[in-house]
């Protein structure tokens, strides 16, 4: 191997090295620079687990509220965006609506309500594209559901989920794909609009209607309403729809894997969490020194914008055994594909659910599921990861 400092090996890595697949990155950033300066997307990579974990649970030394934010540009101020009482502020409605003892009893009945009839029509064809003819729909449409867009079809909202990520990713700054997430924050504040005039003369049971009120009962205002679904859209739809498809990828990558599941469904879980681990749908969290401060061995200027490589973390060999191996049967452990510290992901119990019933229906109404050979997959991201293709066949039902 060619030695190289940490300026030079930064430097030379680019957006679309990241898109294409980071972990081999990551693994090198691990082993020689843990605490890496990275040009393309203006931030210094925190990659092993013990140092994420710092940044991520220290908000008075890193905070959220980061110049340049993505996030913020393309979303507005956001429960993300922010620390102290105003993530408080933020995150308390929408905390309430997804308190995971009410999840634990809605969840399953949305989910399967919305899958099965997706999967009646897809099961006689015998092949398909899996993520956009099953694992994405159900995903923002239960989603959807739980927000009160009940109203919206999958296809809007898919198209507003890739908008949003597309400028929520933007590091680089690239005006074009901030075009592309500005076009759609603008339909979504017009198709949006009168569902909260609604909804402000009675908020009913759905989240959006949580959210219109702080914790004293006035109205929020509309603009911090409409920037937190924004978010919601974003990871609520993201997680939980490539999730289940990394998982699924995984699974199906993984023969010995997939039939431990087959013999014990009670495993699905395990894989759910595995997967996650394996490869996190969202890759970072950034965050902004408030002061100068070391990290990793490295000191850090006041200012400097940090990405804690969540993805990086859950494949630090100084935590998990193996831990480029996909492992359903390894030891359970705490991951961080849903964040930590105050920033923890509030809708992780609905995410759990909407993959591991997704994927159960899914293994169990399709017998023979396996990876199309004629149709790659497709895999992309860095900040967000998945299947952008799952080309998959399985054995339709006999004819009568």
Known sequence: MTHVNSRAFGEAITVEMLDEDPYPIYARMREEFPVCWVPAVGLWFVTRWDDVQHVVTHPD???????????????GENVLTVDGEVHKRLRGPIETGLRPRAVDAWAPGIVSAIAEPMLDEISPRGRADIMEAFLEPVSVLSLGRVMGLGELDANTLRHWFFSLATGGANHEQDPGKYAISDAASSAIDDRIAPLLDRLEDGPGDSLLGAMLRDADGRLRPRREVLSDLKLILLGGMQEPGHGAGLTLWALLTHPEQRRKVAEDPTLLADAVEEGMRWIAPVGTATRQLVSSAPIGGVTLEAGSR???VLASANR?????EQADAFDIERPRQAHRAFGTGPHFCVGHRLARHQQAISLGMLLERLPNLRLDPAEPTEISGWEFRGPSRLPVLWDPPART
Request: net charge positive; aromatic share 8%; hydrophobic share 50%.
């Open 61 to 75: 030394l890193f905070t959220a509220d980061v110049a340049r934010s993505p996030l913020r540009r393309a979303l």
């Open 306 to 308: 940090v990405a804690a």
């Open 316 to 320: 630090d060999e100084r935590r998990w």
